[in-house]
């Protein structure tokens, strides 16, 4: 069986052949890792089976933490501060801790599992604690009845959840997608990518299907029975995918020490120009994004669209993401990727910018409705191209040895440059609208926006593939990422 399921990976398009006559030939590598078929199987099964319970554990935060804190009697603010800032300034202190932090550990586990052996059961223990948050505050007000409310006790217990969801997370969600860089061959990464894609998005869908019409009735049992699936899940897949052995880590500057890590770690994230471009690169990208809330305002008040159908024109334009999906792969067989992901850049800005009509012209409801849903269409299937596609680039675009302390430099610069870009986008969507009298069409400026900080992004990925292309050539597969402490060379 092992044969005939990697016979069918190996025709997935992403990727390059591979020798599959025997369940025991050596069919890839990675670092001192030897697959053979049945390991190639093995290892798709249990890193995929991670990224399902993974994306339904992502998708009750966004969609039923809110309920639950709105039920609980929280604030717009509070709310807002829990579900956007708290994870960013987390995000900016924890993730580069973390990450770095795995990068140079050594166990006979490797170097990611341990923290998912300590991060896994801590998130589904919280998340079990958040769905009985209200038999757990009644328990502690039976202690002291006379200290604080009921609703205040529910509502700093269900926040002190909340912030140490965020924490143990890292340790799971950031790690798993560093676990697979280190585990995966690289002739094998865009097949996984394409696999992983579909996964997730079927996980998303299964969570819309299922679980979230009962998010009011039946919120305790989803908590719990999420965490319990996760956990389980996650345990096994620590259990049957190995780490293989890594040479020891650069050593820090100067004595050892706090101010030798964070020396060590300035120097060697920020020490290269190369890298400084992909960061911006990543950055902007997130800019460009934040008024997205902003545009579905714009749509549902502005072009007389209604809720249904913005969420048909979102659930037709996301089943295009699928067509993305298989695309990539054809894509990426014909095509150097870095190449390829300016190219969809480029038309995604484009096609972006096609929104900007609607600042010139007045439409119909039913022209406005077909015209939102060829953009969506289109935005969903680049979008999900380059989702794909970015998979297996940025794993070579970074250094393995040190790809969770440089990743974590970039998620950094990307969530500071996203929160900055917020308070300013906010800020901006507000004069806009004092300038349109508070009429509704001030929202369709949030479309400029986003096709101007998205040629931004674009034009900051140009360095980065002139550098590769003048050092290595087009091909990425040849490719050698500089060295992160050599200092800044110029990029043509």
């Known amino acids: 069986m092992g044969v005939k399921t990697v016979a069918w990976l190996a025709r997935l398009p992403g990727g390059v052949s591979c020798p599959v006559s025997s369940a025991r030939v050596m069919v890839s590598t990675v670092g001192t890792l030897s697959y053979t078929a049945k390991g190639i199987v093995v290892l798709f099964f249990w890193l995929l089976c991670g990224d399902f319970c993974l ?21 717009n603010r509070l709310i807002t501060g829990l579900m956007s800032v708290t994870p960013g300034v987390i995000g900016l202190l924890w993730v580069p ?44 007000h039976r202690i002291a009845p006379d200290f604080v409310s009921i609703k205040t006790l529910r ?86 995918v190995k780490e293989g052995s890594y040479p020891p880590p650069v050593p820090f500057d100067g004595r050892p020490g706090l101010r030798s890590v964070i020396q060590t770690y300035f120097r060697q994230c920020f020490g290269h120009r190369y890298y400084l471009f992909i960061y911006l690169t990543t950055g902007f990208d997130i800019v460009s994004d934040v008024v997205k809330p902003f545009i579905l305002l714009m749509m549902s008040l502005s072009l007389g669209l209604n809720l249904t159908d913005i969420g048909r024109i979102n659930g037709i334009a996301a089943l295009s993401g699928m067509a993305g999906f298989i695309a990539s792969g054809f894509l990426m067989e014909r095509f150097d990727l870095l190449r390829l992901t300016l190219v969809l850049k480029v038309l995604q800005v484009v096609v972006t910018g096609g929104f900007v009509i609607y600042l010139f012209t007045g439409q119909p409801p039913g022209t406005a409705w077909a015209a939102t849903l060829t953009f969506n269409v289109l935005v969903y299937l680049l979008t999900a191209t380059r989702n794909v596609i970015g998979v297996p680039m940025n794993m070579m ?77 087009p091909d990425l597969k040849t490719f050698v990422p500089p060295d992160p402490a050599s200092g800044a060379v110029p990029l043509a």
């Open 155 to 240: 509502l700093a217990t269900l926040s002190m959840l909340v912030v140490g969801y965020y924490f143990c997370n890292v340790l799971v969600y950031h790690l798993y997608f560093l676990l697979f860089n280190d585990v995966v061959p690289r002739d094998w990464m865009s097949r996984f990518a394409v696999l992983f894609r579909i996964v997730g998005t079927v996980a998303g869908s299964a969570f819309h299907f299922f679980l979230f019409p009962y998010a009011r009735t039946c919120r305790e049992q989803i908590f719990l029975g999420v965490g319990l699936l996760f956990a389980v899940a996650y345990l096994l897949m620590c259990l049957n």
């Open 55 to 75: 994306t339904l554990v992502e998708a009750i935060v966004p969609y039923i933490l809110p309920l639950e804190l709105n039920d609980q009697g929280a604030s």
């Open 97 to 140: 801790t973390v990450s770095t932090w795995s990068d140079r550990t050594r166990t006979g586990r490797g170097r990611r599992i341990p923290f998912l052996l300590v991060g896994v059961p801590a998130v589904a223990f919280i998340l079990a604690a958040i769905g009985e948050n209200g038999a757990i505050s009644e328990a502690l």
């Open 397 to 473: 675009l970074f250094p393995r040895l040190q790809f969770g302390q440089i990743s974590s430099a970039m998620h950094a610069v990307a969530g500071a440059m996203g929160i900055a870009g917020g308070f300013i986008a906010g800020a901006s969507m507000d004069g806009i609208l004092a300038m349109y009298g508070g009429n509704s069409q001030a929202y369709r400026w949030a479309t400029v926006w986003l096709m101007f900080f998205g040629a931004v992004a674009t034009l900051c990925l140009v360095p980065v593939y002139r550098h590769i292309r003048d050092t290595h050539g």
